[in-house]
């Protein structure tokens, strides 16, 4: 392993634990005073942390003179193209199917919790307004495209030559799942088996632009839902002052 590729391995896990140790427990102390400034906060802070790790590997890999196909991002080809093409459709119809149940239930105002179905460790992460909204979209975009290169693109690039394919795979898997260790077991759990999948994905179709459109649809999808489904406790809550 380069010397300069250690540097970079440094640098994630630094960012990892940063975003661990520091950004998260800022967060959560902020939510018990302005809510909303601490979404924006994180959401922000996890941006720059993402795009300055996926920028250390691009100007590494330039510096190197590396091949862009070594981190798989090319297109697949024939059977895994389409293949690919379906995995996403599916996921916009299921996310499309979440969406219209979210609006058909705040449309019938069924005196129920919504609240129940978003994630309880995320319910304060997840966006309230609008703008938060937007910055979900901005903030899903950068953890597709970001998460992908660092842990599908990178991990398995860098940790083959001593694990070897499936031992880099599953070291992927495993440190994806612990870098969502701020949100408990249950979203190192989750974290984890969306790992499993997504590599899945990239080694089956030997690219990374599947997972990544799928990791960007899946993180917006379960922010929209959740917002529709906040913004309908907020309008019960308003009902029930009125």
């Known amino acids: 392993m380069a010397i300069l590729d250690l540097l970079c391995l440094t ?3 630094i960012g990892l634990l940063t975003d661990h140790f520091v950004w998260w427990p800022a967060f959560l102390r902020q939510s018990k005073i302005d809510p909303g400034r601490a979404r924006m906060f994180f959401m922000s802070t996890s941006m720059i942390m993402v795009w300055t790790l996926v920028a250390a590997i691009g100007v590494l890999w330039l510096f190197e003179a590396r091949s862009w ?3 798989r991002l090319v297109m697949p080809h024939g059977w895994r193209l389409w293949g690919s093409m379906g995995l996403v459709l599916l996921l916009v119809l299921a996310l499309a199917i979440a969406y219209a149940r979210t609006v058909t239930r705040i449309t019938r105002r ?7 179905r978003v994630n309880p460790n995320a319910i304060e992460l997840y966006p309230h307004t609008p703008y938060e909204l937007g910055m979900w979209l901005a903030l899903s975009l950068s953890a597709g495209i970001c998460e992908e290169l660092v842990f599908r693109g990178y991990f398995l690039w860098v940790f083959q030559p001593m694990f070897g394919l499936w031992g880099a795979a599953a070291f992927s898997v495993v440190t994806f799942g612990l870098a969502h260790a701020y949100r408990g077991v249950k979203g190192i759990l989750g974290a984890g088996t969306v790992g499993l ?7 089956i179709s030997g690219s990374l632009w599947p997972a990544i459109a799928l990791h960007a649809l899946a993180d917006f999808g379960g922010g929209l839902v959740a917002w529709l489904a906040l913004r309908q406790v907020r309008h019960a809550s308003d009902v029930v002052a009125a």
């Not at 069924?110 to 129940?116: H, I, N």
């Not at 999948?197 to 080694?203: D, F, K």
């Open 110 to 116: 069924k005196r129920q919790k919504p609240v129940e």
């Open 197 to 203: 999948l997504l590599t899945s994905v990239v080694l």
């Open 69 to 71: 196909g070594a981190l």
């Open 11 to 13: 640098l994630i896990a």
